[in-house]
């Protein structure tokens, strides 16, 4: 099977520093991928890796089979839109799609103006003259036109009104329902966004991976667990404890477990997806990992 994106003990130092380390992760083609963590955790970094922007100081990254940016080929296979979305500010919207019909072999062109009155955007304007969130479509509108198998896009929303921001999301879906072998991978902070369109989740906090998966797997593999207070290792074995708080009377944990959780002394529910990053993301202090419990089932 060809690897949308695969990585093996993948790291990249800027300046003697870890921005990403050991990172080892395999994303399958078709999906939408949300990646997520905290500011400075090392989202941007990887999605440069994956572009052929950076290259890695350890370990090796392969995009849908081949080396990152190595040729006008892979080049073709990749649309990336960074952080900063950068445009020529000289240059009008129509140049602009001038430019990404003459550098792209499968530029969709009607697809370009589509998006480009969509958007309410004037061909003549010079992008200089646009707002954050106007250069931002004229960005995500070039990418996608471009076609790409592989579409990164760095925190594409950030800039985007609630409306934008909402039609931009349901675009996004589409690009794979037009085409199944398509892969989007898509970072935010704003998970309630990502929960409305992604089927993966790649968790990264501190330069490391600290989840990945089908979304509907690793809600599955979850649980909140309530009850009167306790220890974790009072709580059936084999379960990882991602996040656990105790008021005086009240123990709460979120678990990972492999198979349905034995009825107990407790109230066992569902996670969503922020709760699930959440937990995750409150185990980042150096020495606090998951663990898992020794008890009795
Ligand atoms: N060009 C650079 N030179 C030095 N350090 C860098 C550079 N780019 C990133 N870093 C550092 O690498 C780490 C990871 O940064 P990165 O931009 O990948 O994080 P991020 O998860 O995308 O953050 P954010 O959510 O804030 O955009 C940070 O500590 C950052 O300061």
Redesign the pocket.
Known sequence: MTLAIEARGLGRQ??G?W?LADCTLSIPVGRIVGLV?????????LLNLACGRLRPTTGSIRVLGGHPGAGRGQLARVGFVP?DTPTYARLSVADHLRLGAAMNPAWDREEAHRRVEQIGLDPRQRAGSLSGGQCAQLALALAAAKRPELLLLD?PVAALDPVARRAFLDEVAQLTKQREDRTVVL?S?VITDLERICDHLLL?AA?RVRLAGPTRDLLGDHHRITGARRTADSLPSGLTVVQESHTARISTFVVRAGEPLPPGDWHTEPVDLEDLVLAYLSTDEPGIAPRTTGGVR
């Open positions: 800027y300046r520093r921005a963590g905290p500011n400075g955790a090392g989202k941007s970094t952080q925190e970072s902070h990264i330069g």
